[in-house]
């Protein structure tokens, strides 16, 4: 006769199945994914601005696809910048609304992060970059975290001669400025990828994430310098 189990029980037995819903909108354009278990599930990316439009019917049309509700979602996960101003603050801002709303923890990762996880060359020392359209860029360098504003210039200077790989989305410029400055690098083309993103957010737990959103608040957006506005005039100015 087969023993019987407190459902407590049964479910220890089961493996914990996690739901990711993943976005971002920091570099160009935007990518959603739906991630279970570290499996995507959906992913898509679309060209262009306006996310504050496209972004929540992109999410609508990602969960439509794999069939699941978004009260089945554990949680949701964002990349804080650094990046676009207007790109990052709408990230966020969906996040934070679809998190309180469903009453998951929020984790916001940077955007030089997910880009170093997607990096596929591993005997070069991995540069994530994303253009600032301001004639420089922000990068970090190896496995330090912490995003730096830099021109290609300063760049080379800080590699050296080691061998790179410049990991981001339009980075062949860089590539070429660090070139041309003696420097062997090479291009790994791309936006960060919101499945990368997800699983990212999944290494350290739910739970964590759940007690550093009650411990420090929700994510907050990551500027390295302030947003640069065009005025009445057309000329262009950085706000603090």
Known sequence: MPSRLHPRQCLARTPLVSIVLAFDCAVSGQGVAVVRNGVSLASLFEEGRDQA????PAI????ERTGIARTALDL?????????FTGVRVGLSAARGLAVGLGIPLAGITTTSVLRAQATAT???????????LGDWFATIGDDPAPFAVTAKDLAARLGAQKC??????????????????IDAIVQEG??????????????????????????????????????????????????
């Open 123 to 133: 005997d070069r020392l991995v540069v994530a970059a994303v253009d600032t359209k």
């Open 76 to 84: 949701i996960a964002v990349t804080t910048g650094p990046g676009s």
């Open 165 to 182: 790989l410049i990991v981001g989305k339009d980075v062949a410029p860089l590539a070429a400025s660090l070139r041309a400055a003696g």
């Open 191 to 240: 936006p960060p990828d919101p499945v990368v993103l997800g699983r990212l957010a999944l290494v350290d737990g739910i739970e964590a994430w759940r007690a550093r959103n009650r411990a420090e608040g929700p994510p907050r957006p990551l500027y390295l310098r302030g947003v640069n506005i065009t005025l009445p005039d057309g000329a262009r100015r950085t706000v603090e």
């Open 60 to 63: 609508a049309g990602a969960l």
């Open 53 to 56: 439009a496209r972004l929540l």
